[in-house]
């Protein structure tokens, strides 16, 4: 029996009200194993003696049924504090956004590896398998989701006062880029960011949504902190194209995510290939990069989008390849991406 034995049996105890479990939320922090006795120490952000009661129970329930364990203790630590509000998340922060079942960020450890352009035709692919799909495009400086989706009027203003996202495709988007005039610019420091992305949460009537992509800024700064601090995530997709230069800041980016205890759903490899008119196949930046690395970080491979003229215009013209050319080439790469995506949301 080992440390790693006893975490994979954790696994099976959810979070009250969540869809992850212990482990992947970071709350086991502590594994001893001697003989058959078997103790653990959970470290709790909630003084809610309803939750550590709960899990506790729970756990010992599952270790107890490990072959070889005689005897479990479990040690639930929690903080003194005042106690937390009703629907608080393990990490202490803003609830989970109700209505919405899964929270998904696509991130890139550098810029220019196409992240805004996959993100926008994933949003519109998992709509097309029927999901109820958002897309919060995160990029405060330069948001450049809506023009790809082609939305231009600003949110509306419900009773609540909230804003209201518009929608496209099927497809609703919140963006800095619906709030701004023309070409103004954002010239904010790293706090006004911060309050922003909460607010696309707390502030933003979302509806009843399957799936939120969240289109983050290349990096590990405050948008990815702030978002991964903010909602509880159901994990994330990492987008690469495929030479060593964006393969090394995509390890970063993978650090990132597991520092935060954040899942990995996969890494997408973007502009694989070219193919010529004459049929030539050209490997500008390299080949097979991305699926080497996901390889290497026992991560999936969710597929590769090679280089289509098609992808550019429909994302200067505002209507995705997946909604202009859902059975081309190009249309079918994201397709693909879409449904292995979709089956590991299920």
Known sequence: MTEDDIKNALKAVKYPGYSRDIVSFGLVKQVAVSGGAVSIILNLTTSSPEVAQQLKIESEQVLKRLPGVSSVFIQVNQPTAAPAQAGQSPWGQQAKVPGISRIVAVASGKGGVG????????????????????????????????????????????EQDKMVPPSNYGVKLMSMGLLLDGDQPVIWRGPMIVKTIQQFFSAVEWGDLDILLVDLPPGTGDAQLTLCQTVPLDGGVIVTTPQEASLGVVRKGIAMFQRVNVPILGIIENMSYFTTPTGERVEIFGHGGGKDEAARQHVTFLGEVPLFTEIREGGDKGIPVVVSGKETPAGQSFVAISNVLREKLR
């Open 115 to 158: 992240k805004s352009t996959l993100s926008v035709n994933l949003a519109c692919g998992l709509q097309q398998l029927g999901a109820r799909v958002g897309l919060l495009d995160c990029d405060i400086y330069g948001p450049s989701v809506p023009l790809m989706m082609g939305i231009q009027q600003k949110p509306t203003i419900s």
